[in-house]
């Protein structure tokens, strides 16, 4: 069947480095994402990668290893404001997304 | 408009009525998707239409039916709401585009209530 796994919950210290983890099981594979949602807020867009390796961008870094169904989302320098739940999704053919049910971060300080 | 509205912000409704969650977006976007999201599931798939004149059923359609008679607007119906219902509803569009550009947007999304 179709899976995504995450963390549930994750706590960390403002200024530090976290990494929340992403591990699938689909049925295809056409690219990984993970988006932000803030507290009674909508989902939005932070990462895409299908290709293996590290996506940079800023603070946050994506990785993705497609043969061992993994992929991970790198926060540097954490802000009180990076207090949110972090969802990972994997398109695994047509347009439609598989989501996982997200990681709750809580940025201590 | 700019983005993805929808309408209302939140609604309480009683079991048995019929109610529709509206939502538009002005970056003519080819698909149109139906979320609900519920504590400790995440977002599940209710309908998703890939361009206007079409609509294809997610993981949890029953009582709910959608309509995309256009490429702005993809309403969903709920025909008779039940208790089970109440959760917090997202629109999302993406151009279908290929690669990074299929990246789905959300719209503010709709908490609905049924008692």
């Known amino acids: 069947g179709q899976n995504i796994d995450q963390p549930t919950e994750m706590t960390a210290t403002e200024g530090a480095i976290v990494q929340i983890n992403c591990t699938y099981q689909?049925?295809?594979?056409?690219?990984l994402f993970w988006y932000q949602q803030h507290a009674g807020e909508a989902p939005t867009f932070l990462s895409y990668n299908v290709l293996d390796g590290l996506e940079e961008k800023g603070r946050f870094s994506s990785f993705l290893s497609r043969s061992k169904g993994y992929s991970y989302l790198l926060l540097k320098e954490l802000q009180m404001k990076d207090s949110a739940s972090y969802l990972c999704a994997v398109r695994d053919g047509d347009y439609q997304l598989i989501w996982g049910a997200g990681t709750k971060l809580i940025i201590k300080p | 408009i700019a983005g993805i509205t929808q309408a209302p912000t939140s609604q309480i409704l009683a079991a048995g009525r019929r109610m529709t969650l509206r939502c538009t977006q002005d970056m003519r976007h080819n698909a149109m998707y139906w979320y609900r999201q519920d504590l400790g599931l995440g977002l599940r798939l209710i309908h998703y239409?890939?361009?206007?004149?079409?609509?294809g059923k997610g993981e949890v359609p029953d009582g709910y039916s959608v309509s995309r008679a256009n490429t702005d607007d993809f309403p969903l119906t709920l025909a008779s709401a039940v208790p089970s219902q109440t959760s917090v509803y997202f629109c999302?569009?993406?151009?279908?585009?290929?690669?990074?550009?299929?990246?789905?947007?959300f719209g503010p999304g709709t908490r609905l209530t049924v008692l």
């Open positions: 999302a569009s993406s151009d279908t585009s290929g690669g990074a550009g299929d990246t789905q947007y």
């Open positions: 689909t049925s295809g594979f056409n690219g």
């Open positions: 239409s890939n361009t206007a004149g079409t609509t």
